[in-house]
C-alpha cells in the first residue's frame, strides 16, 4: 500500500501538482478502509490475538509513514 501511493502521490506531483491534495486525501482514505478490514479480518476470521496482533501492526503503520513522510519532503525539495 505504501509503495503503491508513493508511485501515485509521485506521478501526480511530477504530471499535475495542482491535483496531489485530492489524490492524496483520496488515497489516505482508501489506506483507512482497506486496513480497517484487513485488521478486522485477521482478528475475526484468522483469530490472531488482538493486543500483539495490533502492537505489531501500529509499529508497522508508523513506521511506514515515517518513511512515507520523509519520501514526500524529499520529492518536495
Given at each position: 500500500m505504501a509503495a503503491g501511493?508513493?508511485?501515485?502521490?509521485?506521478?501526480?506531483?511530477?504530471?499535475?501538482?495542482?491535483?496531489?491534495?485530492?489524490?492524496?486525501?483520496?488515497?489516505?482514505?482508501?489506506?483507512?478502509?482497506?486496513?480497517?478490514?484487513?485488521?478486522?479480518?485477521?482478528?475475526?476470521?484468522?483469530?490472531l490475538r488482538p493486543i500483539?496482533f495490533i502492537a505489531s501492526?501500529?509499529?508497522?503503520?508508523?513506521?511506514?509513514?515515517?518513511?512515507?513522510?520523509?519520501?514526500?519532503?524529499?520529492?518536495?525539495?
Amino acid at each position: 500500500m505504501a509503495a503503491g501511493s508513493w508511485v501515485l502521490v509521485e506521478r501526480t506531483y511530477r504530471e499535475r501538482p495542482q491535483a496531489l491534495m485530492s489524490v492524496m486525501v483520496a488515497a489516505f482514505a482508501f489506506k483507512v478502509v482497506f486496513f480497517g478490514a484487513y485488521v478486522a479480518v485477521m482478528i475475526r476470521v484468522v483469530a490472531l490475538r488482538p493486543i500483539p496482533f495490533i502492537a505489531s501492526f501500529t509499529g508497522y503503520l508508523a513506521g511506514l509513514y515515517f518513511m512515507e513522510a520523509l519520501y514526500l519532503r524529499r520529492l518536495f525539495r
